[in-house]
């Protein structure tokens, strides 16, 4: 049994002991300043173009490169006292202390070793517990200056420290005083700071564990990296305050016979807001109102009259007290906040919205902003929060899925968030070349594998237009690896209940208004118990408007809405809906494996789709290959391979991808195998480049002798001839002034590296721990975008039209042309002049609800060609 008696003192060993002091779950909230930055906050920043004064001063990231930072082999190793003394003496670079940039993974900054496992875990099996002596620890410290911006009124203020991302444990300490501590590496941590911060200087210590009991649920196939790697902020709001907001667009649609082009009408359209609010007091909540504005978010136009809303004050639900009660125990006094209320909106949006609401999907994102303005009296404005809104709805009816009434044809892909030089710390900019080149190559979805992503990947989705899948952030493969044993997965045990409901409750608190989510996920190869029915319970009550999805158990438990099964084979497809007991549509969540020369039989695929009823498409595994760019250490020192050593490096880098390469005794001591070559990361190269250049002597200008070496004592070794002294001081005479980037340059010849090539320079329990080589090489563009040639072959099917010559005994030579876009209808009039004989016969769809091989009214959305050109 696996599952030994939970007696660990720690907390990062306790799968019940989740989190303490952090707040729940909420949509980003950013306490606007201005209607106008209310708005053009959720655009690209380069498109933002706030006026001067209008930037969003309430909010504060300690993003940077200034931070230090220390790893330690466990947390035993840890000095005590370093996290309240922000002169400690230990901070220096003889202990290991140094910079680090801040989001990043510390294994690709030149601290420890990334591990790339499918589903082996890195550590021992043995839950909840974690290597003792084993465990790497980063202590972070971050000295940075606050103001407090102004805030109006006289009830004083609120800040919250947030980390967006940390893995996989932490805990951490503000100016000496203990703040919380966090599991779960993919959801935002948030911590009342108000009576820790001050004015001035502070002083931040975080301290980071690699393993704990949430590794046991994040068992995903990725590189196993750790540290803070997302942003971490600073949000000050007045104390009368939004606390959260929950949006919902009900939609009624009528009888699609007879319409016009091939969908149902729009019958009935509602915009609904629970507006939860936290205050000083209830009389205070009472005299607050809420002013509800919607604005389209292409134009920033109003589309609504504004709406005054009244609080309802004294709802207990609408608090959190996270820790507020102990700041107020310990500091003696009583805090800003504590009591909450609701405002409530609810309107029809056919008559609300001037000239009716526009539908969301990925073809045409028609998206507006709600922006509400919080006063405390009726006339000032305290704060303005907003957030992204989709008239939207998605149901499974009829054996279909169905977006807005229409059935939904999923071209999609599995996505892991992961950059080859940062790891899991990504740039916007690297998000939108991913959205951009998703929508040129024919996509309209993307499983969010496996884990919630960065919140403003779905921000810009809503944008541009992306159907996703949002997954909590659970994958326990490793328990039962060839899905033998269902009993040993956690979701079994009712230790692990809590945690993984946390999990998932949480991801829907932070995502539910986003339009981009289609489906919810479960998570991904966590066996089937009761913890899923507990959670797909829990969003099917939250939110009717969207599906539920999950593969584990089988692919057709009673906790998923579609049949979504892994890998099936065409023929099995068909299978799965001609036996007449179910009647869910199959989307399969992952298939088209698409690892070397693969992805060759996709058409079949499609072909397949087109032809079945029920079938609603599918998710490719996976988008990009999961690779490091990495530099072969050897060339870091200047050596060169032979032929004969290069073919032996390529056998031994085979080799390597084998598990049972690895003995016992290696994995304990943790020491390179013999003749292993060895690979760094990049940025531990440029590191190791500019330690080189530091250590060398420096450049003496031209036509100056260079100091004479001291001749070495006590031997003829250390002699030198007239000849040979005159010689050097000649050749010192002639340096020239270094050129180090040239240097830098021919070093660095990267390469893309999998599992294994990467270790460290001394001994590590991680060297040579288990992984499974290149097989995190599985995309359809390699690591850094790069199209393969599957990508090619995959927008061909993926095309949103289609022309053929008409066959059969009246083949006349008429062109036969299908489409599945909206806009289709104005692709064929400027097709038609090119095809004079062909517009009696041009048979074309009629918008998104047109026709398709097999499956009349299938909304086959993809991308635009007049905002992003094809590839080529």
Known sequence: NKFKTMDSPHPYESPHHLHENKRRSHVPLRSHLTLESAVRGFLPTSQQELPAGEENKRIQSLAGNDWQFCLYPSPDWVPEGWETNPKFDHYDAEEGWGAISVPGNWELQGRGVPIYA??????PLDPPRVPANANPTGCYVKHFSYTPPPVPGKMGKRVFLQFEGVDSFFQCWLNGSYVGMSKDSRLTAEFDVSHLIKGGKNFLAVQVLRWSDATYLEDQDMWRTSGIHRDVLLCTKPALHVADIAVTTPLSFGSDEGAADGGPPLTSARLESLIYLEGPSDEALAKATVTAHLVRQADGQAVMDPIKLSVTAGKWYARDMADMAAAEASHGKKFPGGH???????VDALAAVHGGPQLWSAEAPNLYVLVLEVTDDGVEVVERESCQVGFRHTAVKDGKLLHNGRPLMIQGVCRHEWDPRTGKALSEESMLRDIKLLKQSNFNAVRCS??????RWYELCNIMGLHLVDEANMETHGFDPVF???HMHPANSSQWLPAMLDRCSRMYERDKNHPCITLWSLGNECGYGPAHDAM????????????????????RTSATDVVCPMYPRTKQIAALLTTGKDHRPIVLCEYAHSMGNSTGNFRDYWQQFESTPGCAGGFIWDWADQCLEAVWQEELQGKEETAEEAGGSARKRQRRGSKSGVTKTEIKAGAIEPGRRTAVVVAAAEKQLAEQAAAKPAATPKGKAA??????KGGGRGKRSAAAAKAEEEQAAEVQAPK????KAKALRTFWAYGGDVVAPHPDPANNAPHDGQFCCNGVVAPDRTPHPALHEVKAVLAPLEASLAEGPAADGTLQIRGWLASFGECAHHCSPRFPACPPSLHHGEGAGSSRPGQPGVHRAAGHAERHPPLG
């Open 450 to 455: 496996h884990y919630p992503n960065h919140n």
């Open 740 to 743: 180090p980037e040239a240097d």
């Open 707 to 712: 100091a004479k070496p001291a001749a070495k």
């Open 484 to 486: 033998k044993d269902n």
């Open 536 to 555: 797909a319970a829990m969003l099917r009550a939250k939110d009717p408007s969207r599906p539920v999805q999950y593969e584990g158990g089988g692919s």
């Open 340 to 346: 909450g209320g609701v405002a409530k909106l609810s």
């Open 118 to 123: 499918n589903f082996t875990y890195p550590i």
